[in-house]
Each structure stands twice: as C-alpha cells, then as structure tokens.
C-alpha cells in the first residue's frame, strides 16, 4: 500500500457493487473511481440507496457482489489503514 497517494492516484474504487435491501435489488454492476482532490454529489428519489451506497464505501455493510477497495487494497483487507481516512455522519 502506498504511503503517501499523488495527485491524480486513485484512492476510492467501487468495482461492480449490487446491493439487495428487502428482496429488492437497489442496485448493481455500480463501478467508478475517486481520484486525490475529487469530490462526488451523489444524488437520488428517497429509497433509492444512496445511503446504504456511502455504508458500502465506509465499509459499515458489505455489499451483496463486488468489492471496495482503497488505494488499490480490498476495504477489507485495510481495514485499521482505510478508517484513519474515512468516516461516515448520518442523517
């Protein structure tokens, strides 16, 4: 793992993620990437799973297919590493 990230390193990456909430599929095959000194709106109907999505890539829940990962890692591999960089507030 990289110590230190550049500017233009990825840091977030969503790799095909689907998530199912009460027998209803929220969503699937999502893949993007956040860069260092990206910022991302994330927008949608209530119920649409925009907030079990930011649990996803907090790594409070894990997502039903596909996987997170941190400057190249599985969330869940780094797991102490990733929580010193990111934190979730809810509504």
Not at 13 to 27: K, T, V, Y
Not at 66 to 84: K, N, P
Request: charged share 25%; glycine share 10%.
């Amino acid at each position: 793992m990289q110590t230190e990230a550049t500017s233009s390193s990825l840091l977030l990456e969503a790799d095909s993620l689907a998530c199912i909430r009460d027998d209803r599929l929220l969503f699937e095959g999502l893949s993007f990437g956040i860069h260092t000194g990206e910022a991302v709106v994330l927008e949608g109907r209530n119920g649409t799973g925009k907030t079990t999505l930011l649990r996803i890539l907090c790594g409070l829940r894990r997502p039903d297919e596909g996987e997170v990962r941190w400057d190249g890692e599985s969330i869940e591999l780094c797991a102490t590493e990733f929580h010193r960089y990111v934190a979730f507030v809810g509504h």
